[in-house]
């Protein structure tokens, strides 16, 4: 990479350098030579001696310390001009942290003795770097360094027309729109390829194009070829001839340089397999490659991406893997998996013939603008996270919610239940509106049809066995799994012989509900292959924890559990209720449970089980509500957990509880 570096230059566009005489210049010059590093290479580890001083002249570096459980935690990214190691040198002490290249990197790198030679030469140099130290030593317990990191992400396929330019177009838009930060993305084509993406991007014919194989050492003039929209994303257009063997490291060099004001570089590659989009991928920060659901293209896609990993040593985890369903096909998700032999990062569901180019500008209710806003949002740190919480009747209250997130279009990228409210959340995320899960709660609009869910047993592992409400569950949905939900949804269980909250999202829906519903004591523990679980809300009754355990950022939990102090309040007017009310012995109708079961057992073995859980899931769901940034509490007074015919009315105590904190719910979205 050396041949692309104009050392004459490099003296003034460097700051550290830029102001010294001529004579001061050649000095440092003689005594400093260009090292080049190779993506991921140390350059030099935590705790052992400094031997240099370096600055970057082209790539990127993070600076890192370890925990005590040798965890990395990223401090700083450094970026063209960018200098490091300096004060180990300044106060002949050890590195405190780790420096290793992002990618291929080459470093001015100037020895320990010639350092202090230079500084002997050049005194405008140490004072410079003694007031650069002291501002750091005097802010270093004031406040935390904010981290400046870009992401170089490319978009790419193994064959044509996989909607490889729409989805790269359509991510950059949604990615500015969503964080607001400073985005590029770089059009390249081979030289007899025609650029798609100014037309998309209404750019009037006449755009500089660079030919990176006609590039000098003028690339550091990118800036002129940079080109604004109305659509606040900048572009720029490139070509290359696939035989010329410096024109990867050309652009490579380029998109080291605008990470310097760029937060997201977004690269649209050709969809080829030459050694140009081969050595752009392993530089770049993140791999999307787009496939079709086709198992030929399945196989194909297989083939890149275990080349990626083997040839080039590229993680896993950098390659996001996505299905576009332009095409129809038969394969189940797992199919998919299987010929893949890698998890699928997100799937874009098919755009119509008449849809617009820039779908989450121009059709944002559609499904294909709602998956990209989500997979933005994730690569932002902005995903917004739902959890719905344990509660029985309570959890009615979670249909009053979604119904105002519905009407005022508050973006959920992931949802979260336990019990109850992994029933709600999983009738919501397989595309139910909030209007037709109350329809479905009318099943119970009379006392007496609660009734249809009971199937009693001797109690020896709990007093219902279950299989009413697996029927009714099933009747919902059927034989869907995980893989059929229109957002990331996770169920929440305790598991018994872990003793151990276990998270499931894979298999079938059914299955995960029964067993985040099986109340211990009440419903027999649920047997999902080898594990047997119980209630979700036994260790989860707010299930904060998964959605921040993900990633999310921005979480809103609803916990319709009573408090302490709700819980004797309702007690006291319940009884009240209860004694004042006149038994009419000649009432030949079926009792309703709440009163069978206190005249069958005289220890009310129901009330008293689910007294004693609803006692510890209060403690418990406020806990878990510190993991939130905004907890909605819906009031229930009045209410009892047992009246599922009252569902309408818990509903509107949730859509009031919503329509209260709606204020800060947007605050925390758009933030």
């Not at 050595?279 to 770049?284: A, D, K, M």
């Not at 959605?547 to 004797?568: H, Q, S, W, Y």
Request: contains cysteine.
């Amino acid at each position: 990479m050396k041949e692309l570096i104009n050392k004459e230059l490099i003296f003034e566009e460097i700051p550290l350098f830029s102001g010294l005489a001529q004579q001061e210049c050649d000095f440092i010059k003689e005594r400093s030579t260009f090292v080049e590093y190779k993506k991921g290479e140390l350059i030099y580890a935590q705790d052992t001696p400094a031997s240099a001083l370096y600055c970057i002249i082209l790539g990127r570096v993070v600076i890192f310390t370890s925990d005590k459980h040798g965890n990395e935690v990223v401090l700083e990214y450094l970026h063209r001009g960018k200098y490091f190691g300096v004060i180990s040198l300044l106060i002949g002490d050890t590195h405190s942290v780790s420096a290793r290249a992002l990618n291929d990197c080459t470093l001015l790198v100037i020895p320990k003795d010639d350092f202090h030679s230079i500084l002997k030469k050049a005194p405008q140099i140490a004072v410079d770097l003694s007031q650069m130290l002291s501002r750091r030593l005097k802010n270093k317990d004031i406040h935390r360094k904010t981290i400046f990191e870009s992401t170089v992400i490319s978009v790419f396929s193994s064959y044509s027309q996989a909607g490889k330019t729409i989805y790269a177009l359509n991510l950059a838009l949604s990615l500015y729109k969503e964080t607001k930060k400073p985005l590029i993305i770089l059009d390249v084509c081979p030289s007899d390829t025609i650029h798609s993406l100014p037309q998309k991007l209404d750019i009037a014919s006449g755009y500089r194009v660079l030919d990176l194989s006609g590039l000098g050492n003028g690339y550091v003039s990118i800036a002129d070829a940079i080109i604004k929209n109305i659509f606040g994303i900048d572009t720029a257009f490139f070509t290359y001839k696939p035989e010329d063997e410096s024109a990867a490291k050309k652009l490579v060099a380029i998109f080291t340089l605008l990470v310097n004001d760029y937060n997201y570089v977004i690269l649209d590659l050709p969809s080829s397999m030459d050694q140009f989009v081969l050595e752009v991928l392993n530089q770049s920060d993140a791999i999307h490659v787009l496939t079709s659901p086709e198992p030929v293209d399945l196989k194909r896609t297989s083939h890149l991406v275990t080349r990626l990993k083997s040839d080039f040593h590229f993680h896993q985890d950098k390659i996001k893997i996505i299905i576009n369903e332009y095409k129809f096909s038969k394969l189940t998700y797992q199919e998919q998996v299987d010929l893949l032999g890698a998890g699928i990062f997100a799937t874009l569901p098919r755009i119509e013939f008449s849809a617009h180019d820039r779908l989450v500008l121009d059709e944002t209710g559609s499904e294909y603008a709602r998956a990209i806003r989500r997979i933005s949002r994730q690569i932002g740190d902005g995903l917004v996270g739902l959890a719905l919480g344990v509660g029985a009747g309570y959890g009615f209250c979670h249909i009053g919610v979604l119904k105002v997130f519905e009407e005022e279009n508050i973006p959920v990228d992931v949802i979260s239940g336990s019990s109850m409210g992994a029933i709600i959340a999983s009738l919501w995320a397989t595309g139910r509106r909030a209007d037709e899960i109350m329809e479905i709660t009318r099943e119970f609009k009379e006392p007496k049809q609660i009734w249809g869910l009971i199937d009693l047993t001797l109690p020896f592992l709990g007093l219902i066995k279950g299989n009413k409400l697996y029927n009714f569950l099933k009747r919902y949905f059927g034989n869907k799994t995980f893989y059929d939900v229109r957002l990331p949804l996770k169920i929440v269980a305790s598991n018994i012989r872990k003793k151990e909250p276990q998270v499931i999202e894979k298999g079938l829906l059914v299955d995960a509900l029964m067993a985040s519903c099986s109340m211990p004591g009440v419903f027999r523990p649920f047997r999902l292959k080898e594990e047997i679980l119980f209630d979700g809300g036994v260790i989860h009754p707010l299930p904060t924890e998964p959605l921040f355990n993900m990633g999310v950022k921005k979480i809103i939990a609803v916990n319709v559990t009573p408090t302490r102090e709700d819980i004797f309040r309702q007690r006291e007017k319940l009884e009240m209720q209860f004694t004042s009310s006149k038994a009419d012995a000649g009432n030949k109708q079926r009792p309703n449970l709440r009163d069978y079961f206190k005249n069958m057992l005289k220890a009310n073995i129901l009330e008293s089980v689910f007294s004693s859980i609803e006692f510890m899931q209060s403690e418990l769901a406020q806990r878990e509500g510190e993991l939130a940034d905004i907890v909605l509490h819906p009031d229930t007074t009045g209410m009892h957990w047992l009246e599922l015919s009252r569902a309408g009315e818990f509903a509107k105590r949730g859509e009031e509880e919503t329509r209260r904190n709606l204020e800060k719910i947007w605050k925390l979205v758009n933030e």
